[in-house]
């Protein structure tokens, strides 16, 4: 993808367990990648075809960004969010 990706902002771990999975590491729920532009990305991922989970970056995440995801069926199996800084 060429949609200025700036950083990975987090990697999200979920698991049913985590006490009885930690020592063997829990299973990939997520990446999350910093962009510059949400909705740039966003439009880069629906005009290559990709299923995108938020179709308009309006949800808010933690520390005063906005995030998307990207359905996992667009992404070899791994949901993506994209993390803008406030």
Request: proline share 5%; glycine share 10%.
């Amino acid at each position: 993808m060429n949609i200025q990706l700036t950083d990975i902002d987090h990697v999200g771990i979920a698991v049913e367990d985590l006490e009885a999975t930690v020592a063997t590491y829990p299973g990939l729920h997520h990446l999350a990648y910093r962009v510059r532009d949400l909705a740039a990305a966003l439009e880069h991922v629906r005009a290559e075809g990709g299923r995108l989970v938020d179709e308009t970056p309006r949800r808010p995440g933690s520390r005063n960004t906005l995030i998307a995801f990207v359905h996992p069926r667009a992404m070899g199996g791994v949901l993506v969010e994209f993390v803008q800084e406030g």
